[in-house]
């Protein structure tokens, strides 16, 4: 019953590392959204890729972005300029001329978009097309932004160092995203932890009082998670038990005796055949049970979730399919699921272990006792789940036995 592993915190030297090696900005430049985190100085040092056919543009806006403080790669092919964005570290910004041949400009950016190491780096496209069709089709294949050509170096600084700065927006954001996952992730587990810790704490204060029953709480668990995941495809059970289900199910089951504590160590203890008068006390420990869960709903005035199964288990774990059980004398389908879950986990280990009153029963002829009630004290189809995996149920008594650490 082992929990999944805690996500791994992300600190400020993995979002250092993970900015330099997949948007081209050095570390130096790492996302801190601090006062000077939109000065000209933030982006100094972005790698760019700029792509035309033509040799003579590229040494012209090379030099331009070169004289900004850019560090630039040039491709004269739309081939080439998916091979180099492709690299690592991907650049941080496209410059891509649209009249091309072979490939041209929008069918770059549209394999680009495809790819997934690529999809998320912004291009300017650049071309001498000036009309408002061929800017809104560059709009439509996903470009940043269009500038028409011949360049002005103004607007083309002005236009990188925008997208460069939206970049590291974006960048910082998807960060802090990831930083308050892993803390939600963090948290969530610690809350896990300490309601399993409690419910635990609670569980074995009860069996303070009832010391025979050494691991109870653990196989019991271990056998109603077990059947409930072994029922969740069957068509009575599939539209209840989904795994949030079993989850809760299996952290709500060690409370199912919690009303012992009201029990007094008389009768609770005695080794011999409880009286007429002692049994009614005894049978009072399942609605003590959910009654002290209701007390605590009742305190924090609101419902939980895990705190219902766990009422409805300890109320009801100790009655029968055919409505002779207790405390209500409830019967087949009024009885909840999870009641009838640990019903029949509760009574496999009773039989199977020692008590003050009794000694432990050869598995073998539990098997066949458990078989017998099926239809009877049991839920039929749970019945024959638990029969068809005996083995495996067995197999947890046996790791969980009374000498068990």
Known sequence: MASPGCARKVGAGDTANRVDSLTGFPASGAIKMDETALSADAVKGALLLIVDDVPANLGILGELLHGAGYKVKAAN???TALRYAAQVPPPALILLDVMMPEMDGYQVLAALQQDPLTRDIPVILLTALDNARDEERGFQHGAADYITKPIKPD????????????????????????????????????IEVTQAVSIRALAHLAETRDPETGN??????????????RLCDHPRFVSMLDDAYIKMLAASAPLHDIGKVGIPDSILLKPGKLTGEEWVIMKTHSRLGSEAIEAAERD????????ALAKEIARWHHERWDGKGYPDGLAEELIPISARLMTLADVFDALISRRVYKEPMPIEEVRAIIAAERGRQFDPDMTDAFLAGFEEFAAIAARYNDDHP
């Open 77 to 79: 092919s739309g081939q």
């Open 216 to 229: 109870h709480i653990l196989r019991t668990q271990g056998y109603v998670q077990l059947l409930a995941t």
């Open 300 to 307: 924090i005035d609101r419902p939980i979730e895990f705190l």
């Open 155 to 190: 607007v083309v600084l002005a236009r990188v160092r925008s997208q460069l700065l939206v970049g590291l927006a974006r960048n910082w954001l998807r960060d802090q995203n990831a930083l308050l996952e892993a803390e939600v992730a963090r948290r969530m587990k610690e």
